[in-house]
Each structure stands twice: as C-alpha cells, then as structure tokens.
C-alpha cells in the first residue's frame, strides 16, 4: 500500500538517477510529487489539422517527423535546429534558435505532438512550440485524448516521463480520511481531497483544475490557522499572567499634561488593552496605527497601569536610533511623574560593570531595570534581568523575528505583549502572520498635522528639486535626501548616500549638511541626529536607517532617489518622517521608472496617504514575499494558497479554526 509518506522510488522507473533529479524539484515522497502543481494544461481532446491552421493561432497537432537537421551561424555563435511536421493535411516547420541538443530527441519517422502559436509565413512555422513524441500505444490514455499537465522541470526530467509517474502514483496511492475539520464546512462546499488531487493533475476540465486548487489552497491556510489557533490556546493554559487592575492614578496625571487630547480611536485601543490586562490570559495584541497616530501614548498610558500595579514593562525597538528616540520621549515625559526610564542598547554592554550609567543599577552582577525599560535586542542577554515583568511592548515587530519576541517574553511569567507596527498591514497578512494575536487599530490621527503632498519627478528636474529645497531652507525648514544604497557598486547608476553627500553640502551651502547610514558607530549616528533635532544641521543624508522613529517637527522636505527601488509601504513609513509639526511638507520621489509596473506604484503614493490603501496596493503589485522579504517574512511555503487571490479563503479558514479549535 502507497501512501503520502512512501518515497518516491517506489514507483516504477524511478531509480537512483532520477531520485536525485526529483529531490531538486523538492520531491521526494509521493505526497510531494501529488502536490507538484502543474504549470499549464493543454486540452489533447482533439488535434487540430496542420492544413487548417490559421497565422496567430495558438494550437496543437499530432504529425510524423518527415526531416529535420540543425543550421549552424559561423561567426555569429547562433543555430537554428529544424523540425517538419507532416499530418497528412499539411507540414508545419518547428523551430528552435540556440538549442542544438534537440537532434538528439526526435527520430524521423517518429510521430510528434507540438503545441504553440502559429506564425505568419510560407510555410507555416511555429518558433519554440512545446513537443513531445507520441510514444508507445499502451501509455497514450496518460498524454493523448485529454486535458493533459505540464510540470515545472529539471534538467533530466521530461514532461511525458514525469507525467506518467503521477498517473502511476494516483493508480497506487491509498488516500486517507478527510480531516477532522471538513465537518465544520457546509457539505459540499469543496472537493474531497482525493478529487482535488486527481482533478489537478488529470481534469475533466479546465473549471475543475480551479475547483481543485481552490480546495488545495483552503487546507494550507486552515493548517495554518488551526496552528495559530492551537498556539493561543495553549498560551492561555500555560499560566496566568498578571491581572492589572489599576485605578489611572499615574495615567491622569499622564494625560492632564499633554498638549492634546486622546483621539477617539486611542481611546477605543486603551479600552481594548485595559480589558486585556484585567484578565488572567497574557494578552497578545497586535496594534496598528499609521505613521503618526499616537501609539506611544497609547504604549505609554499602558506602561503606566501596569507601574501602578508593582510591576515593571519593557519597549524594545530595532535600531538604537529609534531606542533612543523611546528614550527622550518616554523620560520627558516620566520625569514628572517620578518614574526612571533606564535604556539599554548594545553598545552599553561593555560599559554595564562602570559607574554613572543613567538609571542603570548592578545587582549581584545583573543589569538590574527597575520601572520603565527601553532597549533593542540587547534586552534579550542573559544577564539582563528584568524583575517582575507585567508587559513587553515591541516596535516594528516586523524588524524582529518571532524568536527574539518570544525570548522577550519568556523572560517573564507569562506577561501581557503589546505590538506596534507603524507598517499597515494588509488584512491577508495580518491575518497570516499574526493569526495568533488579537488585532487593534489607531484609526485616526492627531489634529494639527501639517499636509503632506507627494510628487514624483524625473532625474532630469533634479536641479529644480535643489532650488525649491533651498527656499525652504531660508524660509528656516529643513530636509531628508535619502538614497537606496551607502556605497556606489559600479555596476549600475543607483545612486549612493556616500557618492552623493559632497554634491549635496556644496549645493546647500552654507545650510550644514549631515550625513547618517547604518554603517556609522552608534555614537556617530546619535551624534547626527542630535544635531539634526537640534537645527545644527539643515538638511540629512540618509539612508532609510531613517525609515522609523525619526521625529524632527520642524522637518518638511524629502526627496528620495531612485524611488521606484523602494516598496511602497517603505516609501510611505519614510514620509511619516515629515509633516509630523503644524507646516505643510513635501515628498519628491525622483524615479527612473520606465515600466508600467513602476509607475503605477508611484502614483499611490501620489494619490493617497491611507497606508493600509498603500499597503494592500503594494502587495497586490508585489506579492507577499518580495514586500516582506523572504528570510523575515514569516510565511509558511504555500504551494496553491495566494494572499491577494485567496483573501475570502483566508477569512473562512480563519472562522473554520476558531470554531473547530474553540
């Protein structure tokens, strides 16, 4: 009995050779080659006739090799190998440029079938059509009079080889039970998983390969969300985490201070976080809020009651620029309140065993952080021991991975985590890589913020670009240059933030011009950015080590080079950086944009500053992986599901695994 497990040199024909072959396509078991999803299918129901065929028609036809030979270019390096096709209505010329290995794979008189688009000619031809020879009578029902796959290859592998394989496997396999699950489905609702698989491979028709992948796609989300799912229930019987009641002592005085009022909406986030705390169950929140909305207040009004309740919380930021923006934030603002924020990066470590570290206390030889604490990933070292933790806030949560977020909070007995991300997440993705997590959003931002207008500009109107800089300059503004790359690799004309920086001092001078990439010591790069904050210096040239936790009010011109290199939801993070004061700003995307694609996603940024509208455009135009990155994405390695395609699926898998895991 054949089974998903049972490797693949079980079948028939499948030797040491071609074992090695498969395992490059990533398979190895029969459950793999049964989800090796064909690439196109071509309906072999009927042939067309040769005598028939018409200049622009996409066909195929069943013929005899009645010549072929192979022309050679002296001098040009080029071939030309030369297939005629014969049916008995009319030839039909097959060709291939550069590809001298196909004389070894057709004989004449052998019968061929080929697929392609005809062209306009005397005779007819057909450039690159897909071929396979007819082959023995007994195999004909697998590649002849159906709907008939084509599979992505290796080299050593054929269509017609690979395809009878899978014939083979179905013929053999013995398919299990459906899954528990499928019982919380309206019946009928998909295929089984036995005719998804065989409908995939061998359809009656075109419509079934798409009923097919859609039940194939619907179990790799639901997997996934039952493991979600799974996960947070086993959270909540894990222990408990510690009830916060507060009665906002500190947050009333917290508030009573601010120049502003919460926004309706941070008021709705505090109501959810609150109802969190209170109970037993570690909250898991996720929270969203453009750039500019007000989540640190929010994370500090949260810090605040968990302080009041004896225990202490914990913000951890991925970069020390931002850490030591947390910093100077949270310590103006709790000075008052009498409660010491401590900041701990990786580049104190040397520096813990030394006196006159600022808010730093040593106990028994820890790294002792009593109230609030900020930090980066330095805060996950042994030796840093972070007493009675209540909460763990992280920033950009995007910039870490789940490991390091959950070393955070293993630290603790199992405390309440708070989520930012000022990276609008589009609903697909949220749901996928924080299905685990409950989801709350800062709809609304603070009044009093200066409009931010966007334009995209051409290299060409760059030194128009430089002169209305200048006036904003003198009007007492300053402004951000920021560049995709810190150093000029010669092998394109990407522009760098290092090749540009001296253009740019002289063009603004005597306006003092700074420059900030990742490659500079922390003390450099803090050193630039108080000069920055402090209006030493009028314009930055940056790299998008810029991209989070930069606020400079006073900031309101930015001008990004070679901006169709960027994606959108990073453009628009690195326009948060302006406009956060009373002015009007400005962001000047200067592209090079030559295809449609580029263009298309310039104009949102033009069109509208609604990241999550940003954000669902980006991965539409994207895709998920190329928008996160593949290494730090997160996703799992979905064969059939797609998250712009499959949004609806998500949703119902999502429904489906909470009411099947309760």
């Known amino acids: ?215 194939l796609a619907f179990e790799e989300l639901i997997t996934l969300q039952i493991q979600l799912r799974e996960r947070r229930v086993r959270l909540s019987k894990l222990g408990a985490a510690p009830e916060i009641h507060a009665d906002d002592r500190l947050n009333r005085e917290f508030l009573k201070r601010l120049p502003f009022d919460l926004t309706g909406s941070q008021k709705e986030v505090l109501k959810e976080v609150r109802d969190d705390m209170e109970s037993k169950i570690p909250m898991r929140r996720l929270l969203q809020g453009d750039v500019g909305s007000g989540k640190t207040v929010v994370a500090v009004c949260s810090m605040l009651m968990v302080l009041e ?8 930021a991925p970069t020390e620029i931002l850490a030591m ?22 580049s104190m470590k040397s520096d813990l065993s030394q006196p006159g570290q600022e808010g730093l206390a040593l106990e028994g030889g820890k790294a002792r952080l009593p109230d609030i604490y900020v930090g980066t990933h330095a805060l996950l070292e042994e030796g840093v021991d972070v007493g009675e933790l209540g909460l763990v806030i992280i920033d950009e949560q995007h910039k870490f991975g789940v490991a390091q977020r959950e070393a955070l909070v293993r630290k603790g007995r199992y405390p309440h985590l708070l989520i930012m991300t000022a990276t609008p997440i589009p609903r697909t993705l949220g749901l996928t890589l924080y299905g685990d997590l409950d989801v709350s959003v800062i709809s609304e931002l603070p009044a009093g913020r200066g409009e931010v207008r966007t334009f995209v500009r051409g290299r060409e109107r760059m030194p128009k670009v430089i002169q209305f800089v200048k006036e904003k300059l003198e009007e007492g503004r300053q402004a951000y240059f920021v560049y995709p790359r810190v150093e000029d690799t010669g092998q394109d004309d990407v522009k760098a933030v290092t090749g540009e920086f001296e253009q740019l001092a002289e063009a603004f001078a005597p306006h003092p011009v700074g420059l900030l990439h990742g490659r500079l010591k922390s003390e450099d790069k803090e050193a630039v950015m108080a ?43 690195l326009r948060g950086r302006i406009g956060r004061g009373s002015h009007e700003g400005w962001m000047i995307l200067i592209a090079q944009a030559k295809t449609e694609d580029s263009i298309q996603r310039l104009e949102v940024m033009c069109r509208t500053s609604d990241g999550f509208e940003i954000a669902e455009e980006d991965l539409r135009l994207r895709g998920p992986g190329e928008m996160l990155g593949r290494s730090q994405s997160g996703l799992p390695p979905f ?15 999502r429904t489906t695994a909470r009411t099947f895991v309760g």
């Not at 309740?309 to 951890?316: I, P, Q, S, Y």
């Not at 064969?639 to 898998?653: G, I, K, N, Q, T």
Request: hydrophobic share 40%; charged share 25%; aromatic share 8%.
């Open 531 to 573: 000069r920055f904050k402090q209006g030493d210096l009028k314009v930055l040239v940056a790299t998008t080590v810029i991209e989070v936790g930069v606020d400079v009010p006073n900031a309101t011109i930015m001008v990004v080079e070679d901006a169709e290199r960027f994606g959108l939801a990073q453009l628009h993070q």
């Open 1 to 215: 009995m054949m089974t998903t497990e049972t490797s693949v040199d079980a079948l028939p024909g499948v030797g040491a050779a071609k074992l090695s072959r498969l395992e490059k396509l990533g398979i190895r078991t029969l459950g793999d080659l049964l989800l090796h999803a064909p690439r196109k299918y071509e309906d072999r129901t009927a042939f067309a006739r040769i005598g028939d065929l018409q200049p622009g028609e996409n066909a195929t036809v069943c013929g005899e090799v009645v010549t072929m030979g192979l022309k050679s270019f002296r001098g040009r390096g080029k071939s030309l190998f030369e297939m005629v096709l014969d049916d008995g209505s009319g030839r039909l010329f097959c060709r291939w440029w550069n590809a001298p290995y196909m004389k070894r794979q057709f004989k004449q008189g052998e019968r061929i079938l080929a697929n392609g688009r005809c062209k306009t000619g005397n005779p007819l031809t057909m450039d690159h059509p897909d071929v396979e020879a007819q082959g023995d009578a007994d195999e004909s029902e697998v590649h002849l009079g159906r709907i008939v796959p084509f599979y992505p290859l290796t080299e050593g592998i054929t269509q017609r080889w690979l395809r009878k394989r899978v014939w083979d496997a179905l013929e053999e396999m013995t398919f299990g039970s459906e899954p528990d699950w499928i019982g919380w489905l309206e019946k009928g609702f998909f295929l089984t998983h036995e005719e998804a698989i065989r409908q995939l491979h061998f359809p009656d028709s075109l419509e079934k390969t798409s009923d097919a992948r859609e039940r």
């Open 325 to 346: 923006q947390h910093f100077e934030t949270l310590s103006t603002w709790m000075e008052p309140l009498g409660i010491r924020v401590n900041l701990f990066t990786g």
């Open 639 to 653: 064969r059939f599901a797609d998250l712009v395609a499959h949004r609806p699926l998500m949703e119902l898998a």
């Open 309 to 316: 309740c004896g225990k202490t919380a914990v913000l951890m």
